[in-house]
């Protein structure tokens, strides 16, 4: 047997039979959306409730093959062996798949155990050859599921107010499904050193290692990052298990003076700390200062008005959650300055092989985003940059086409800036993954060529 999931809402499933498998069988269609039609000479009280209620289509009569109309399931769910054979060949010669309440290896498949919680599913399947013990297996797992999300989860966070805000983004999604989070603030090493740039640090994962800790420990169950400062390769025994809604990933040129980059006077002072940023914006003009900036974003605006500096350039999902504006705040193109690996997207960590982690990831996880964090973080990885590399990455997927552009620039040591990209199918994990390595290639290629 092959496990798959069926979409049933607005579909037909046709059940034959009124009895007691019948009403279960339809209950659990009605759950999925389904629409329903019963074939019978009676039906059940329940059933007949149903019909009365109009919420299935009920015909009191003995089954014939016509009944079968426009069926996406068939459900043969009487007590009468040779009527479901019979309506086994009719569902076949249809081409449609059918289940055999009285004969699990006539149909086409079986229908397992479900325990539901909001968007968890978990199902228990015995080919239809033990119900009962898939029914108790069900049930035990189903109070196990609901005794440790009853319980509150601990959530690691840096304690800035754009971490917090984005903390409680997460906690919001996840309380909206019935999980109920608290915090534990961390410090990490990023947040104690303030008068040094990140690459004098001496690491790349300086927002991260702390929360790491706390979840090895056992004082978190899982932890909220900005996803562009987790490094490209994660320790063994951890794990992101969902990447959540991604925000605008661009830059963001924020002055209250001058109404554009291009507009700010030789010689003005812009202030950034990060490598990738200033290598890409020193391409474009490298008549102006580019000058260390430290602090949150509060910090950075702060400094901008008290014009230490004539610009500053931000990350566009920061400001934006935090709801911070400069007079002047112009998003750069991605094309024009590519942004971090993962800028704007919310990384979702846990101990590697928690069970918590799926149901994380059944709660949080946006596919599209996921994808295309993949592609950029692989990028990275085969590139062998962490977040203080001047590199950027950026990935998006085609709504229409369902493509992905991969599109990255790295600044090389001349002070020139490499640029590429690259399109493809990206449907899954694997295909996003090597758009990115693809892209690390040619970019690997090109590095050779000047060297010989």
Request: charged share 25%.
């Amino acid at each position: 047997m092959y496990p798959i999931a069926v979409n049933m809402r607005g579909r037909l499933a046709v059940v034959i039979g009124g009895g007691a498998i019948a009403e279960r069988k339809i209950a659990a269609l009605l759950d999925a959306g389904a629409m329903v039609r019963v074939v019978a000479p009676s039906l059940t009280p329940v059933l007949v409730q149903l019909s009365d209620e109009r919420r299935i289509d009920s015909k009191r009569k003995t089954f014939e093959a016509g009944d079968l109309e426009g069926a996406s399931l068939v459900f043969a769910a009487t007590d009468d062996d040779t009527v479901n054979a019979a309506v086994v060949a009719a569902a076949r010669a249809r081409g449609v798949f059918v289940n055999d309440a009285s004969q699990a290896e006539r149909g086409d498949f079986s229908t397992p155990a479900v325990h539901r919680r909001n968007s968890l599913t978990i199902a228990v399947d015995t080919s239809g050859t033990s119900p009962a013990v898939a029914r108790l297996v069900r049930e035990r797992i189903g109070a196990l599921v609901e005794h440790s999300l009853s319980e509150t989860l601990v959530c690691a966070s840096r304690a800035s107010r754009l971490a917090m805000t984005q903390t409680r983004l997460v906690m919001a999604k996840l309380a909206r499904s019935g999980i109920a989070s608290t915090v534990v603030n961390i410090t990490t090493k990023g947040d104690q050193v303030q008068d040094r740039a990140i690459t004098a640090i001496g690491t790349d994962n300086v927002f991260v290692r702390e929360l790491e800790l706390a979840l090895r420990d056992r004082r978190a169950d899982y932890a909220v990052h900005s996803c562009k400062d987790l490094p490209s390769t994660l320790p063994d025994d951890m794990e992101i298990v969902a990447i959540v809604e991604r925000a605008d990933p661009r830059d963001v040129f924020c002055s209250d003076r001058f109404e554009s980059f291009d507009a700010l006077p030789s010689g003005a002072r812009v202030g950034t700390s990060s490598p990738r940023r200033r290598a890409q914006l020193a391409a474009m003009r490298g008549d102006l200062e580019y000058v260390t900036i430290r602090g949150n974003v509060d910090t950075r605006l702060r400094k901008l008005a008290e014009r230490e500096f004539d610009a500053i350039v931000l990350a566009a999902a920061g400001i934006d959650r935090l709801g911070e504006r400069a007079r002047y705040s112009v998003p750069f193109a991605t094309e024009r300055l590519v942004p971090a690996a993962a800028q704007g997207a919310l990384a979702v960590e846990t101990r590697r092989d928690d069970p918590l982690g799926a149901i994380l990831r059944s709660t949080l996880n946006d596919t599209n985003a996921e994808l295309e964090v993949l592609a950029e973080r692989a990028f990275m990885r085969t590139m062998r940059g962490g977040c203080a590399a001047p590199i950027g990455a950026n990935a998006v997927i085609d709504a229409a086409s369902g493509s992905m552009l991969v599109r990255a620039a790295v600044g090389l040591d001349d002070g020139q800036v490499q640029r590429a990209e690259c399109r493809g199918e990206a449907s899954s994990v694997a295909e996003a993954e090597d758009l990115g390595t693809a892209l690390a290639a040619e970019f690997a290629r090109a590095s050779l060529e000047r060297t010989t």
